[in-house]
């Protein structure tokens, strides 16, 4: 990508059931070339606003994250695509510096974006980790620069070219509250038994035991998780608890 030719910059969401909060989303990326949208098993209104609002709509049934969201990535077209979930929302600033990155630099390349994490109204900084939210994350790269792995849960991500930063963060609504996080923990935890099922571990009930107490130190304490109060506990629990819980269903449960 050289030369006077305009940098196109594409923005891909994946979504399942989404409308609650997808048409919020979509409007925050009208500053993109290219809005793609890829609907997973959609059966609520989803599909109506990203026909709407998206230049792109792909629509299938993936098992795993990992395919679906490589799906989207191979429909973009542009020299830069930008990941955005439904759940999060692209501030103007943060817009800005994206276009700006898009425009300028050399390839290859991926940008980490920094997050600001909500669980409800409430900002939560500190504790992300563990495989429990994340504090920052690469959402804006150059075309064929990411790509997603076969995990069901956290799935492994292959970049390629230079690793820089962006500076005003993304917003991420992560869980409505209290309940919503114990859903998240349910999920996380039945998706990653499924993966040991499918691939063998060697896992035991040993080193789970010893994680609930190192996970929760890097959370509550490595991430500073203790200046949020009772929600950086809380965000440090959930981070402890999610690896054991899956090597329990694991054992325990058939599926």
């Known amino acids: 990508m050289t030369g006077n030719a305009p940098r196109r910059l594409s923005a891909l969401v994946v979504a399942h059931n989404e409308e609650h909060q997808l048409a919020e989303c979509l409007a925050a990326l009208a500053f993109a070339d290219e809005i793609v949208v890829v609907l997973d098993r959609c059966t609520d ?6 026909d709407r609002l998206a230049h792109r709509v792909i629509e299938g049934a993936w098992e795993i994250e990992g395919p679906r969201r490589n799906t989207g990535l191979d429909a973009c077209t542009g020299d830069w695509i930008l990941e955005v979930d439904a759940d999060e929302r692209v501030p103007p600033a943060l817009a800005a510096e994206i276009r700006a990155a898009a425009a300028n630099a050399s390839a290859p390349a991926h940008y980490l ?17 563990g495989s429990w939210g994340v504090s920052a994350t ?3 790269f150059s075309r064929g620069a990411k790509r997603w792995g076969d995990q069901r849960i956290h799935p492994v991500v292959t970049l390629a070219g230079e690793k820089r930063w962006l500076a005003t963060p993304m ?3 992560v869980d409505a509250g209290i309940s919503d996080m114990l859903r998240r923990l349910d999920r996380y935890s039945s998706a990653r038994a499924r993966d040991m099922r499918a691939n063998g571990t060697t896992e035991t009930f040993g080193r789970n035991l010893r994680r609930l107490f190192t996970r929760f130190f890097k959370c509550y304490v490595r991430r500073k998780g203790y200046k949020e109060g009772y929600w950086g506990f809380l965000v440090a629990l959930m981070a402890a608890l999610w690896p054991m819980l899956a090597w329990l269903k694991y054992k ?4």
């Open 171 to 173: 917003i991420h609504y």
């Open 113 to 129: 974006i920094p997050f600001d994490n909500y669980i409800g109204k409430r900002l939560v900084r500190y504790g992300w980790g």
């Open 138 to 140: 690469t959402r804006l």
């Open 252 to 255: 325990l449960e058939d599926e």
């Open 45 to 50: 209104g989803s599909k109506a606003i990203a």
